[in-house]
Structures are given as structure tokens and as C-alpha cells.
């Protein structure tokens, strides 16, 4: 199984709204990730989960609070967005090789409109 | 710091054509990976291709091919007889050989490939 899954594959929500992004995967990788995409942009990534453990921030902004329950699964918390945070939000995993990083397996993503 | 730069915004060609996207990396580190990666139309993005930079021999995968000169800090990807379906945009990116989870992405290369 090479797959991530996403959902919900398109979300509107409004700037009071929380809703939650879900990612899941089951190729035993140990690193997660969730990426913001703008159009015609290269993916920004946000934020990097190691082992279940939060290991990079990119300064994200707080309205943006992320949850690995498991080494499968990865949430993305949305609360109190503002529209320039509409984008496609992608999530990935791959094997963390101390001296080794694998290539990235990207989920289809959300689409979010923030309005 | 790390940077890689794609050159080519925008290619079109005629189906059966070959193309070549370009490549350029700068970084200071010795031992590092080069990655490629394919998003159509759809959204997703996928992995195509990890290459170390101790390993540089060119690669064929199908019609794709990989040639990686550490002389010249570039990692070109060659599609050979293209088709209609390899319209996407394709991204070049850069990590450290220590996993960080951070890879530094190019801005992309729009192929359109035309019947």
C-alpha cells in the first residue's frame, strides 16, 4: 500500500468555524508532514512530525495547531482562519533515515476556502 | 543555505516530442538529495525519483530520464517521446543527507504537451 489519504478533499469554511484536515498512512513511514500550497506556488511546508513527535515549526501560525494521534495518522487543526489561508493543504509521509531521507509520498489534498 | 532553481517557468510541446527540464542546486554540503516530483493537473503530487550525491549515474525509468552532474550542480529530467498525460507541473528539490524533514523545493516547470 503506497497511498496517503486525505480528507475532506474540499472544505469552505468561515473565519469562525473549526474544522479539522485528516491524513492517514500505512506504508510504516515514520515522518509526516503537512505542506500549504498557493497556486502556481511550489509546496511551503508547515510543519514535520518524527516519530509521533513534533520536530519542525515553521512558524506557523497558531490558528493552525497539528495532532499526530499515531505513527498512521495526522490531523490539522483549523481555528479562526482568515481568507489568505485558503489553499490546497497536502499531507506526505516518508521513511526518516537518520542518513537516508526517502522521498516524500504526498496525499491527494484539501482544498480549502476560507471565506 | 540551500536554493534550487527551475529555470523554465513554462514548456510546450507536440506529443512524441522529447523535453528536457532543468535543474540548478546550490548547496554547501557534501552529501545530499535530489529529488523530482510530477503534480498534474489533479493536484497531487508524486514522487518520482531520490538521488543521492554520491551516486552519479544517470537513471531510465520507462520514457524518464535523470542525468545528475555534480560538476555542474544540476539534475536535469528528460521525458523521451512525450504524451498528452505527462502535462504537469514537475518540481525539483533539494535535502540535506541528515534527515531534517525540510527539502527545498524549485518553483516548478509547467509541461503542457499538446496532441
Known amino acids: 500500500d503506497t497511498e496517503v489519504t486525505q480528507t475532506p478533499k474540499h472544505l469552505v469554511m468561515g473565519m469562525t468555524n473549526k474544522k479539522s484536515l485528516k491524513c492517514e498512512q500505512h506504508?510504516?513511514?515514520?515522518?509526516m508532514y503537512w505542506y500549504k500550497q498557493k497556486a502556481k506556488k511550489p509546496p511551503e511546508l508547515m510543519f514535520v512530525y518524527s516519530y509521533e513527535k513534533l520536530s519542525i515549526n515553521e512558524s506557523v501560525p497558531s490558528r493552525f495547531s497539528p495532532e499526530c494521534p499515531n505513527s498512521s495518522l495526522l490531523n490539522l487543526h483549523l481555528h479562526a482562519l482568515q481568507p489568505e489561508d485558503s489553499a490546497l493543504y497536502l499531507c506526505?509521509?516518508?521513511?526518516?533515515?537518520?542518513?537516508?531521507?526517502?522521498?516524500?509520498?504526498f496525499g491527494p489534498g484539501t482544498r480549502l476556502t476560507v471565506t | 543555505a540551500q536554493k534550487v532553481t527551475q529555470a523554465q517557468t513554462e514548456i510546450s510541446v507536440v506529443e512524441k516530442e522529447d523535453v528536457t527540464l532543468d535543474c540548478v542546486y546550490e548547496t554547501r554540503d557534501t552529501t545530499y538529495y535530489l529529488f523530482w516530483y510530477k503534480q498534474p493537473p489533479s493536484g497531487e503530487l508524486v514522487f518520482l525519483i531520490r538521488?543521492?550525491?554520491?551516486?552519479?549515474q544517470n537513471e531510465i525509468s520507462g520514457r524518464y530520464s535523470w542525468n545528475f552532474q555534480k560538476s555542474t550542480s544540476s539534475f536535469n529530467f528528460t521525458i523521451t517521446a512525450s504524451q498528452v498525460v505527462d502535462s504537469a507541473v514537475y518540481f525539483c528539490?533539494?535535502?540535506?543527507?541528515?534527515?531534517?524533514?525540510?527539502?527545498?523545493f524549485g518553483d516548478g516547470t509547467t509541461l503542457t504537451v499538446k496532441p
Open positions: 506526505a509521509s516518508s521513511q526518516e533515515g537518520r542518513l537516508d531521507p526517502g522521498g516524500q509520498y
Open positions: 538521488r543521492n550525491s554520491f551516486d552519479e
Open positions: 506504508m510504516g513511514h515514520r515522518a
Open positions: 528539490a533539494l535535502s540535506e543527507a541528515i534527515f531534517s524533514g525540510k527539502s527545498t
